[in-house]
C-alpha cells in the first residue's frame, strides 16, 4: 500500500515537474526571440553588476536561507525514508505476490479461459475436485476403455503434501494417468517460475482449518479473528463431511469396518482416500483389488506388517506422510509421494484406517 502511494506521489512530482519545465522552455524561447539582438546594445558581461551592499547583505542572506532549507530537507526527509523503507518494501512484496497469484490463477484457468486446463479436470478455480476423462488400456487384452478418473481436490493439497512434494507433483505429474507433466524437468510446457506462481495461487485456495470457524461456521477471514486459527488441524467443512460419507459406505456395506470406509473415503474425488493410490482402477470406477498397490505399494500379505511391527509407528506414518529421503517404519526410505493424513483425518480416524490396513 505504502509502494502504491509513494509510487503514485512520485508519478505526481515528475509530471509538475516536466510540465515546469516545458512552460519553461517555452516562455524562455518566446521571451528570447523578442530580445533577439538585444545583447549588441549591451553584452551580458558589461551589465551591471550588485553592489558589495547587495552581494553581501541580502543576496548572501538569501543563500544562506537557501542552505538552511536543504538542510532542513535532509534532516526530515532522511529519517522520513528511513521509517517508510519497511513499509513499501513490505508493501513491494505483497504487490508481487498478489501479482503472482494472478497469474497462477490464468494458468490454472480451464482451457477455454486460456489455461492449462487445471481448473477444468480438477473442479474449477477452486479446486474442488473433479473428474477426467481417460483411456486406459488393458495390459493383457490391449482393449482400450474410455474411464472418467479422479482429479481430487486441491483446496486441501497443501494438507497433504509440502510444497516441495507439490512442486515435484507439478513438474512430473502422474505419468500413468490424466495428470500429465507440467514443468520442464517432466517435460511439460511450464517453466519454473510458471509452476511457483501455480503453487502460490494454490495457497490462496487451501480451505480453513477447523479451529478457525467461529459458531456460526463462517471462516475467520469472515470474522477477522486469526487468533482462534492457533493450532488449527483439520481443515472445514469436510470434517462432518467426512463422517456423512463414512456412514453412507457403511450404509451400503454393512459387514464393513470403518478403517475400511476410510481407506475407499468417495469424498472430494478420492482427496481424503488411500485407495486412490493403493488400490488399482479405485479411481476410476474400476476398483482390481483393495490395496493391492498401484501409484502406492501393495499393503496386503503381511509385509507392510514387517515393515512396521508396531501400530503406532504406523499410525506416526499414516500422519506425517513420507519425505524425501527420510526413514520411515524398520528399514524404508520414503519419497515423499505418500501423503501425510494427521491434517485431514482425527486420530481415531486414523487408527481405525491402519487397523483396516493391518488386516489386509
Ligand atoms: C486432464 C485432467 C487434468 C489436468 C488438466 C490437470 N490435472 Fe492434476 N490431476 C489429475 C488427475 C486425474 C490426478 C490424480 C492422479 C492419480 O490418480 O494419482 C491429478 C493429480 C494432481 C495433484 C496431486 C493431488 C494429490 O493429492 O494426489 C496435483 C497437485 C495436481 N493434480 C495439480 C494440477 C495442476 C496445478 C494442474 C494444472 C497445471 C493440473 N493438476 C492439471 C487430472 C488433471
Ligand atoms: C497420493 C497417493 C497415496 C495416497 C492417497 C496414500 N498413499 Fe500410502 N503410499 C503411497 C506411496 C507412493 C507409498 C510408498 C512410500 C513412498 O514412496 O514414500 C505409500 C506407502 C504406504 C505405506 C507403507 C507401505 C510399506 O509397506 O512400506 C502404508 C502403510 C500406506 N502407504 C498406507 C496408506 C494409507 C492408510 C492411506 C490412506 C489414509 C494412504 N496410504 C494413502 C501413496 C499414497
Same mark, same amino acid.
Given at each position: 500500500m505504502v509502494a502504491l502511494n509513494t509510487t503514485a506521489v512520485a508519478w505526481v512530482i515528475f509530471v509538475v515537474i516536466l510540465l515546469g519545465w516545458i512552460t519553461y522552455y517555452f516562455l524562455n524561447n518566446s521571451s528570447a526571440r523578442k530580445e533577439l539582438g538585444s545583447e549588441i546594445e549591451m553584452a551580458p558581461n558589461r551589465k551591471q553588476y550588485y553592489d558589495d551592499e547587495q552581494m553581501e547583505g541580502s543576496r548572501l542572506e538569501r543563500f544562506q536561507l537557501f542552505g538552511v532549507l536543504l538542510l532542513v530537507t535532509v534532516v526530515i526527509g532522511l529519517p522520513v525514508y528511513w521509517i517508510l523503507e519497511p513499509g513499501r518494501q513490505a508493501g513491494a512484496v505483497d504487490r508481487k505476490h498478489e501479482e503472482f497469484v494472478g497469474w497462477g490463477e490464468e494458468l490454472f484457468q480451464t482451457t477455454a479461459n486460456g489455461g492449462f486446463n487445471c481448473a477444468g479436470c480438477h473442479g474449477g478455480l477452486k479446486g474442488t475436485g473433479g473428474?477426467?476423462?481417460?483411456?486406459?488400456? /488393458?495390459?493383457? $487384452?490391449?482393449?482400450?476403455?474410455?474411464?472418467?478418473?479422479?482429479?481430487?481436490?486441491?483446496?486441501?493439497?497443501?494438507?497433504?503434501?509440502?510444497?516441495?512434494?507439490?512442486r515435484f507433483i507439478l513438474n512430473y505429474?502422474?505419468?500413468?494417468?490424466?495428470?500429465?507433466?507440467?514443468?520442464?524437468?517432466?517435460?511439460?510446457?511450464?517453466?519454473?517460475?510458471? +509452476?511457483?506462481?501455480?503453487?502460490?495461487?494454490?495457497?490462496?485456495?487451501?480451505?480453513?482449518? /477447523?479451529?478457525?470457524?467461529?459458531?456460526?461456521?463462517?471462516?475467520?477471514?469472515?470474522?477477522?479473528?486469526?487468533?482462534?486459527?492457533?493450532?488449527?488441524?483439520?481443515?472445514?467443512?469436510? %470434517?462432518?463431511?467426512?463422517?456423512?460419507?463414512? /456412514?453412507?459406505?457403511? %450404509?451400503?456395506?454393512?459387514?464393513?469396518?470403518?478403517?475400511?470406509?476410510?481407506?475407499?473415503?468417495?469424498?472430494?474425488?478420492?482427496?481424503?482416500?488411500?485407495?486412490?493410490?493403493? $488400490?488399482?482402477?479405485?479411481?476410476?470406477?474400476?476398483?482390481?483389488?483393495?490395496?493391492?498397490?498401484?501409484?502406492?505399494?501393495?499393503?496386503?500379505g503381511g509385509a507392510t506388517n514387517t515393515h512396521f511391527p508396531n501400530e503406532s509407528d504406523m499410525i506416526n506414518f +499414516?500422519?506425517?506422510?513420507?519425505?524425501?529421503?527420510?526413514?520411515?517404519?524398520?528399514?524404508?526410505?520414503?519419497?515423499?509421494?505418500?501423503?501425510?493424513?494427521?491434517?485431514?483425518?482425527?486420530?481415531?480416524?486414523? %487408527?481405525?484406517?491402519?487397523?483396516?490396513?493391518?488386516?489386509?
Open positions: 473428474q477426467a476423462p481417460y483411456a486406459v488400456t /488393458d495390459p493383457k $487384452t490391449g482393449e482400450v476403455r474410455a474411464v472418467s478418473w479422479y482429479a481430487p481436490a486441491l483446496n486441501t493439497v497443501f494438507y497433504r503434501f509440502s510444497k516441495e512434494e507439490v505429474g502422474r505419468p500413468f494417468s490424466p495428470m500429465s507433466a507440467w514443468g520442464a524437468p517432466g517435460g511439460g510446457p511450464m517453466t519454473e517460475q510458471n +509452476i511457483e506462481t501455480l503453487l502460490v495461487y494454490l495457497e490462496t485456495i487451501q480451505i480453513e482449518p /477447523d479451529s478457525c470457524l467461529n459458531p456460526a461456521g463462517l471462516p475467520f477471514s469472515d470474522t477477522a479473528d486469526p487468533s482462534v486459527c492457533d493450532g488449527g488441524t483439520l481443515p472445514q467443512p469436510t %470434517k462432518d463431511e467426512i463422517q456423512k460419507a463414512v /456412514d453412507s459406505y457403511l %450404509k451400503a456395506n454393512p459387514d464393513a469396518s470403518e478403517g475400511e470406509a476410510l481407506f475407499n473415503l468417495d469424498l472430494n474425488s478420492g482427496a481424503y482416500s488411500c485407495a486412490r493410490c493403493h $488400490t488399482q482402477g479405485w479411481s476410476y470406477g474400476n476398483p482390481v483389488a483393495t490395496g493391492q498397490g498401484a501409484f502406492g505399494w501393495n499393503l496386503t +499414516i500422519k506425517a506422510g513420507s519425505s524425501y529421503g527420510k526413514k520411515y517404519g524398520m528399514q524404508s526410505q520414503g519419497s515423499g509421494r505418500m501423503p501425510g493424513f494427521g491434517h485431514l483425518l482425527t486420530d481415531e480416524q486414523i %487408527k481405525a484406517v491402519v487397523e483396516y490396513v493391518r488386516g489386509l
